[in-house]
């Protein structure tokens, strides 16, 4: 098949640790838990500030103090323990503030259902003790997000993730900041500029460690280079399962081990194991990939053996798969985790052979800091505390530095990026298990454009969202296309091949088994209707595909449009980029009226907190 339509991109400690931690992190846990918003009244402010002591939040200082102090309530983070990591993942190349609407819909199904990760909405927030309406509501759910998205403002940008980065090191001597991945790939400016704009944030910021997978569709070479000119000695770039094709040899370091204050702290990388399925195998033709547990299981041995007292794995395998591996592999004290981008405020901690170990998961574009403190005393983890941090645009000042940076990579480009190609009347945003009002465009874009009866859009969870009456820029129509290989196709499919590919994404959307997941969402669709099972079998879930009210006939071709195509023959072709298709349309548009979601009809899901209140 010339498509392939899902991919993302797309809960402590040591063996050994006392019980008793577990419930003192539960307690501490509300201790961070606050909405501090820059329109509060004063009264509004000491009613914070109540609730917060209740908690233990310590903010009495603040009791009468100005309301530009409440950043100091929410980011003041006291120091613990002696070992520190901070930690950001999938980015997505945004540099600047943007809106991000969180899931209505993320589905567990087997032992993952009505679990975190598959949380939304109100199911999340009681889960972890948050309150709709709050601040941190807004961060973490898609609760109520037109309002609040006007009350709290943007949300990430680099400048300001930077001032909170600076303060967090501030506080904590040799703290290191890892990076999970999917930083080079996003944008505009990230394709333009090949990767440079990211590359050059990311030294700025002071990222220390690094793993990957959307890095890899700049190619083998382009990877390499940046990893030889840009990072040397500076920053590592970490990946334990990927190998030569021919030899097995190791393409990159499996490990580092950094000293902190004293303490030797092993960083294992996990790049995206299914890469050469989920994009272009051409891409990454000399290299493999894989989950490999076993190699995982050595290189913390290895690690163990050579003096680290602390082993952490830096992943982009998806929460699920992490969740997996964490109950599997002995030695790990903590899984930073990325690629499903998963906001998780708590951690989950996970039972196995030699102890326990966290999993954390820091949602996507620059939204969140991760925070893990461990207390190493004796050669051992005894105790740790995890904080999520959002990164609020109009709370955190920029960094005079970084976004001087910014300015300077984009001066080229700003015109280009600012032209208004409509404006949209409804929100615009991506993220959900089947579909979002910025698919829904795509889709709608490219079977008008196309004269296509059908349409399918990649179940990709990166993009970002607009407000109603916001302008639909060229910048935000590539912050939902941009990939090295966009190419537009319309393609000849039979119904059974139709049926063939649903089946297929929704297998990996909804195998029980995590290790069978690829942690996309499921292929968004424009004008066939279908049914969904998600907890049926392979190869059973989808029925009833209908085409203007007919059934599809599994013999008779069907016109499909789409992009991304992972086939090496696409980028020879001669298709235009997605962009080139949808801009001449939205010009034509002028006026983008809210979207109807071509979603598809669930049958016997039950209740599911994963899936939120009609």
């Known amino acids: 098949l010339l498509l392939r339509f899902a991919v993302g991109g797309g809960d402590a400690c040591a063996a050994g640790l006392p019980l008793s931690a577990s419930a003192s992190y539960r307690r501490r846990t509300a201790s961070w838990i606050t909405d501090i918003d820059m329109s509060l009244s004063k009264r509004e402010f000491l009613q914070v500030l109540a609730a917060a002591s209740v908690t233990g939040m310590g903010l009495q200082r603040y009791a009468y103090a100005d309301q530009k102090l409440a950043d100091k309530a929410l980011y003041e983070v006291a120091p613990f323990g002696n070992v520190s990591l901070l930690h950001m993942t999938d980015c997505h190349a945004q540099l600047n503030p943007i809106y991000f609407r969180e899931p209505s819909v993320n589905l567990g199904i087997g032992a993952m259902k009505d679990q975190r990760p598959h949380l939304v909405g109100e199911h999340l927030l009681k889960s972890v003790g948050l309150k709709p309406g709050t601040a941190q509501s807004y961060a973490f759910s898609y609760l109520d997000f ?59 910021l002071g990222v220390d460690v690094m793993t990957g997978h959307w890095e890899f569709t700049y190619g083998m070479q382009r990877v390499q280079e940046i990893i030889d000119k840009d990072f040397g000695n500076k920053l590592d770039f970490v990946a334990q399962n990927v190998k030569t094709a021919d030899f097995g040899d190791p393409v990159f370091k499996p490990y580092v081990i950094r000293e902190i204050n004293g303490v030797p702290v092993a960083i294992i990388g996990q790049a995206f194991p299914y890469t050469p399925i989920a994009n272009p195998r051409y891409m990454v033709a000399d290299w493999s990939f894989g989950i490999q547990d076993e190699n995982m299981q050595k290189m913390v041995d290895e690690a163990r053996g050579k003096g680290a007292k602390v082993v952490v794995v830096l992943s982009h395998n998806g929460m699920d798969v992490d969740l997996k591996m964490a109950s599997r592999v002995r030695g790990i004290d903590a899984i930073l985790g990325g690629h499903t981008h998963d906001g998780m405020p708590v951690p989950t901690i996970v039972q ?80 959900g298990n089947f579909n979002g009002t910025g698919d829904q465009l795509l889709l709608d874009a490219m079977m008008a454009v196309q004269d296509a009866p059908i349409a399918f859009s990649p179940g990709f969870r990166w993009g970002t969202s607009l407000l109603a009456g916001q302008d639909i820029t060229r910048e935000w129509l590539m912050d939902m296309t941009a990939t090295t290989y966009s190419y537009a196709t319309v393609t000849e499919m039979t119904g059974t091949t139709i049926k063939t590919v649903l089946e297929d994404v929704a297998d990996n959307l909804f195998n029980p088994d995590p290790y069978y997941q690829q942690g996309g969402d499921m292929v968004r669709v424009g004008g066939l209707q279908y049914q969904c099972e998600p907890t049926a079998g392979a190869g059973k879930r989808i029925s009833e595909m209908r085409l203007n009210g007919q059934l599809l006939e599994a013999d008779k071709k069907y016109k499909v449009a789409g992009w991304a195509p992972v086939a090496e023959d696409a980028k020879s072709a001669g298709h235009k980029q997605i962009w080139e298709v949808v801009e001449p349309w939205l010009k034509a548009q002028k006026t983008i009226k809210p979207r109807q979601l071509n979603e598809p009809k669930l049958i016997n899901i039950g209740s599911n907190d994963g899936l939120a209140k009609a």
């Not at 967090?168 to 704009?197: E, V």
């Not at 170990?357 to 004796?378: P, Q």
């Not at 920029?398 to 940076?405: F, H, R, W």
Request: proline content about 3%.
């Open 146 to 204: 037109e309002a609040a998205a006007k009350r709290y403002g943007k949300v990430g940008g680099f400048a300001h993730l930077s001032t909170l980065v600076k303060r967090m090191r501030a506080s904590r001597p040799g703290a290191l900041l890892l990076d999970g991945g999917d930083t080079w790939q996003g944008s505009a400016t990230s394709l333009w500029t090949n990767a440079q704009d990211m590359v050059d944030a990311c030294k700025l």
């Open 352 to 431: 196995n052979a030699g102890g326990k170990t966290i999993v954390t998961n820091a949602g996507s574009n620059g939204k969140f800091l991760g925070v893990l403190d461990f207390d190493v005393k004796d050669g051992k983890v005894r105790d740790f505390k995890y904080r999520l941090l959002p990164v609020f645009s109009n709370i955190l000042p920029a960094d005079a530095q970084m976004q001087a940076l910014i300015t300077k990579v984009r001066a080229p480009y700003e015109s280009k990026l600012a032209e208004v190609l409509a404006t949209t009347d409804g929100t615009l945003y991506r993220r």
